[in-house]
């Protein structure tokens, strides 16, 4: 019986707009929750706190138990607490004494979802037998980003149409996503990476220093992507003097647009590529766009700085996955968790230190902005040091040879 790979593929993309959804649509009711349940906008700020976090704790905790518990079993239950969450997030509120709680309660939630679809998506395509899987992996975590296009652009217009006080539905109608894939996770053909289900153990992969550039590499991506995108719009708003909605569009859909335009690209020409020179020629693009971004007296140039950053992010998370994966294929899923982990890491620590950088230089955001070159450029160097060690394990090849 010929397994059909093509479904396994089809739940992961879905997988990664679920995950999409969870991390973009309660930041679209902010204000709502503000104005509704008379949340402090300071408290609001623990929704997104709490998400990363539980995403974090998820990332550790697959690297562990992930294997034990089966991919199948993991992956249903991402999909199920996603729906769990986003539906939870239409009622629970009303149902605890503190509507707070029962946000963060829903949030832990769907964020438990989003962790692990986040870690096992990646080696659950990687087991696949594709033909090119760094152009496939690629092409695979573009659909986070069409995902995070869709949530803002259907979302707005659904609130344009049925208004905000309608959310609630919306948010039941985003659950249905997840509730389908249930079906195709359940039923998909599902390998593993290693014969026995199990890869390298942690402390195994934390004695090699591809590993340890790896996570370091990770960290500079999640930094550099979500430092800028998380301030996109108060970027555009600021620079430009737009509105709040047409800063969401201009600054992180637009950003979203260009990262995915990036993962598709080198999702189909990637096999005529070379993942590391396109890596290198990414870092570059997203130094200058951070450099003028933080330095332009324009504000244009400045705004397309903002949005061609997203180009340069875009293969920076999956390209790594691809690189680490490819030269220890032993990892299995712990070094994926891992590195999703680091990630996370560099996507919580970044956007922090433009934002505090920014409040302790009077709000300058330009900045705040130019304090966050130093991700790139980490990375840019990171990506040397790997070519030369692989450089020197060709000519180390080559020599016992010869």
């Known amino acids: ?147 995070s296009v869709g949530v803002i652009l259907l979302s707005t217009l659904f609130f344009a149409i049925f208004g905000i006080d309608s959310w609630k539905w919306l948010a039941c109608l985003w659950a249905v996503l997840p509730l389908y894939n249930i079906y195709n996770f359940a039923t998909c053909p599902i390998e593993y990476l290693t014969d026995d289900g199990k890869g390298m153990k942690v402390s195994s992969l934390l004695r090699v220093p591809l590993f340890w550039i790896s996570i370091v590499l990770m960290v500079c991506a999640g930094a550099s992507e979500l430092s800028m995108a998380q301030w996109a719009s108060a970027y555009a708003e600021s620079a430009l003097g737009l509105s709040k909605a047409m800063g969401d569009l201009a600054g992180p859909c637009m950003f979203a647009i260009t990262m995915g335009i990036c993962r598709v690209i080198f999702g189909k020409f990637g096999d005529r590529m070379d993942l590391m020179k396109f890596m290198l020629g990414s870092g570059g693009l997203c130094l200058v766009c951070y450099i003028a971004a933080s330095v332009s007296d324009n504000p244009v140039v400045g705004l397309i700085g903002c949005i061609l950053c997203g180009f340069s992010v875009g293969i920076m998370w999956p390209g790594t996955i691809s690189i680490c994966s490819g030269r220890l294929p032993g990892g299995g899923t712990a070094m994926f968790a891992l590195l999703a982990m680091a990630g996370d890491l560099g996507g919580a620590f970044g956007p922090g230190l433009v934002g505090n950088i920014t409040q302790h230089a009077d709000n300058d955001l330009k900045k705040g902005m130019l304090v966050g070159c130093i991700f790139p450029l980490v990375l840019i160097l990171s990506l040397f040091l790997l070519r030369s060690m692989r450089s020197e394990k060709t000519s180390k090849d080559s020599s016992s040879g010869s």
């Open 1 to 147: 019986m010929v397994k059909n790979y093509k479904k396994t593929l089809t739940a992961c993309y879905l997988g990664f707009i679920t995950q999409a959804i969870a991390a973009n649509f309660a930041p679209l009711l902010f204000l709502k929750f503000h104005s509704d349940y008379n949340i402090p906008l300071g408290k609001i700020a623990l929704i997104s706190t709490v998400f990363f976090l539980t995403q974090l704790i998820v990332d550790v905790l697959c690297s562990y138990f992930a294997d034990r518990i089966g991919y199948r079993r993991c992956v249903i239950a991402s999909e199920l607490c996603s729906a769990a969450g986003l539906i939870g997030l239409a009622f629970l509120p009303e149902l605890f004494p503190d509507p707070l709680t029962g946000i963060l309660v829903s949030v832990i939630i769907y964020a438990v979802g989003s962790g692990l679809i986040e870690v096992l998506g990646s080696p659950i395509v990687e087991a696949c037998p594709f033909e090119h899987k760094e152009a496939v992996m690629s092409l695979l975590h573009s659909f986070y980003c069409w995902g």
